[in-house]
């Protein structure tokens, strides 16, 4: 089901070509892409270069201010998904990810090789272990979908584990024409995200998380 925000829903257009997709790495992101053409190509964030890659709100917002554009004034949306899975998946593709040509993540994917899971959770949590520029694995899920005020912005917010059917309530609430794939795109084959975790790492991401988990309502 579609997420509430706390935004009034009248501040933004419901024009077909004034959308803009937040797309928070590793939560179905390609999938929406693809069924949401042609409407997302018409976003600025697909002709302004600084837009290009995984911003947040506030970032688009600063980019598009430098041009004068209005995000208050645009449908936003973005996919959001179980902590616990979100870290299961963001191993497993980095790891995967020979040189981290796909990901971007070079250091990561070379670090990846050699830890268990565990190690993985351990990295997380220090501040000092080597990494990549960007920061996305160490983010919350809500630091892509807040403004300054730490409020969330995003218009519509969908999840990953019921991403079809939120898809399409979206498409019906905004009157638009898309078209949904019978499958997700990069979806993993592995087993539940559960049996990856003790009950001591289970409380680390739970902590790192917590107001992810007081948003969404997610649980282990």
């Known amino acids: 089901m579609l997420v509430p925000t706390n ?41 302004i ?37 979100w870290h299961v998946s963001w191993f497993h593709y980095i790891r995967q990810d020979e040189g981290g040509l796909l990901s971007g993540h070079a250091i990561e994917a070379t670090l990846f090789q050699a830890f268990s899971f565990t190690d993985y959770i351990a990295w997380l949590e220090d501040d000092d272990a080597p990494a ?19 409020e969330i912005a995003v218009s519509h917010i969908l999840r990953q584990e019921t991403l079809n059917e939120d898809l399409r309530a979206l498409a019906v609430k905004l009157d638009l024409a898309i078209h949904i794939g019978d499958r997700r ?24 998380h917590r107001d992810d988990l007081d ?4 649980t282990f």
Request: with cysteine; aromatic share 14%; net charge positive.
């Open 49 to 85: 270069a600084e837009a290009a890659g995984h911003l947040t709100w506030r970032e688009y917002n600063s980019v598009f201010g430098k041009h004068d554009i209005d995000i208050a004034a645009m449908t936003s949306f973005a996919v959001v998904r179980n902590p616990w899975d």
């Open 185 to 208: 795109i990069n979806t993993s084959q592995r087993e539940g995200y559960r049996k990856y975790y003790s009950d001591q790492d289970c409380e680390r991401i739970a902590l790192r």
């Open 215 to 218: 948003l969404f309502g997610y």
């Open 132 to 150: 990549s520029p960007q920061n996305y694995i160490k983010s919350q899920l809500k630091d892509f979908l807040t403004d300054e005020n730490g």
């Open 7 to 47: 935004r009034k829903q009248g501040w933004f257009s419901r024009e077909k070509e004034n959308m803009l997709f937040i797309h928070v790495p590793k939560c179905g992101g390609k999938f929406v892409e693809k069924a949401f053409e042609p409407w997302i190509r018409k976003c600025p964030s697909r002709r």
